[in-house]
């Protein structure tokens, strides 16, 4: 009986550590087999509808091509020749901007810095002063004033020892390969990027407007020395430079922000070498676009021979949506249809108006480069990203294709 009794429980026993594997083995097959929620969201079809027709239409000669994604439903809508490299313009902004926003981090701040080393009696320094200058791309002469007033405020009026220049960048920007001179006024980039002997001649001009004695002879071009302290500190926060690059399509701004990157990516070499280096490696390695055909050449979009396809360029708003703090900033700084920047009058039709956030590119040599990437919302409530690229036609002729490809999205 006792036997009996022990191989019941024992078979009772096995039953249930088999029920139970069975149970754990179901469980794995289940996560094996579960399908993500948003794969089984439908695209539009009538959009996707819209779209064949209005790539279809009869249209003036040139290249022409254009990429749908719906950002909600993870899928592409619709491409025409969307794999096809054509000269991308100020579109190449976006990837300026949303490479250095991945390396940099959202909340990146420029910062500019005066320092003090030694004791002050009656107005005199007995010791040093030092000013670092960052990259900071919107640092212009007049605000120069700012650290001279901080000296002021110390009850500095003249020193016994050196004034340090400390500077990232000592050449002026230069023009890049391939840009048209009348294409950029130098004039218009910020103090920190027009040279070392400039920012010299701008601080010493501030420090006598404030009553601070400084002679020639007391300026050395080199590192903040050791043992200094940081007596006034002005930050300047990336989005504002972002902001100018996409609103107003700044060019000066976007190869400021490819300095940063560059220096940021390898400070030994170039910073524009070594932030076409990195926009090529987002390209490639973040973005997965690597097409040989695809060209970058600077950081604004200014040369001629970089050349992108509007996959490409969807991929960059992909990447951003997906990233929400860059979309934060991307959502806030894109230009409005109708209302801001470059598509206030470019899409100013009533259909339009705050309906499309997006970034222009257009030149008009050597004859008629333009294109739009943005985002939108479709008649669906889905969010997309669309890029619309035209070369060798009219500019104008090419502005009507994007209207066209815009009202077919919201329609």
């Known amino acids: 009986m006792l036997l009996r009794y022990i191989l019941k429980q024992g078979l009772c026993l096995v039953a249930g550590i088999l029920l139970i594997a069975s149970c754990g083995n179901k469980k794995k097959e289940e996560k094996k087999t579960t399908v993500h929620p948003t794969a089984t969201i439908p695209i539009d079809q009538n959009l996707r509808n819209r779209l064949v027709e209005f790539a279809s239409k009869p249209r003036v000669k040139g290249k022409f ?3 749908v994604y719906d950002l909600t439903a993870h899928r592409p809508v619709y491409g025409f020749h969307e794999n096809v490299s054509i000269p991308s313009a100020s579109c190449l902004k976006l990837l300026t901007g949303i490479s250095g926003l991945h390396l940099l981090g959202t909340h990146y701040k420029y910062a500019t810095s005066i320092y003090t080393r030694g004791s002050v009696k009656d107005g005199v320094l007995d010791g040093d002063i030092a000013f670092k200058g960052d990259l900071d791309p919107q640092l212009n002469a007049p605000d120069l004033s700012m650290f001279a007033k901080a000296l002021k405020r110390k009850g500095i009026r003249k020193m016994t020892g050196h004034f340090y220049i400390d500077l990232l960048l000592q050449e002026p920007v230069k023009s890049e390969q391939h840009w048209y001179p009348w294409d950029l006024s130098f004039s218009r980039y910020g103090i920190l990027y027009k040279g070392a002997p400039k920012v010299e001649k701008e601080l010493k001009s501030a420090l006598r407007n404030q009553g601070i004695a400084i002679a020639d002879s007391q300026i050395v071009i080199g590192r903040v020395p050791k043992g200094s302290h940081c007596i ?39 910073p524009t070498v070594a932030g076409v280096g990195y926009l090529r490696h987002f390209l490639r390695n973040d973005l997965g676009q690597r097409d040989t055909s695809l060209v970058i050449h600077d950081g604004c979009g200014l040369c001629t021979y970089n ?7 969807t991929e960059a ?23 801001d920047g470059t598509l206030r009058s470019e899409l100013s039709d009533p259909k339009l108006r705050g309906k499309i956030r997006g970034k222009t590119g257009t030149l008009s040599h050597p004859y008629g480069i333009s294109s739009l990437t943005g985002y939108c919302r479709g008649s669906n409530g889905h969010m997309l990203a669309f ?6 036609m009219s500019v104008l002729d090419a502005r009507v294709l994007q209207r066209d490809l815009c009202k077919a999205l919201i329609k």
């Open 387 to 392: 890029s619309i690229m035209d070369s060798e």
């Open 307 to 313: 050349h992108l396809s509007p996959k490409a360029l």
């Open 65 to 67: 091509a254009v990429y």
């Open 317 to 339: 708003l992909i990447y951003g949506y997906q990233h929400k703090p860059i979309y934060s900033v991307l959502y806030r700084n894109l230009s409005i249809s109708g209302v």
């Open 232 to 270: 006034f500190r002005f930050y300047r926060g990336i989005e504002k430079v972002i902001k100018r690059m996409l609103k107003n399509s700044s060019n000066t701004q976007a190869t400021s922000l490819l300095y940063t990157i560059g220096h940021r990516a390898n400070p030994h070499q170039h």
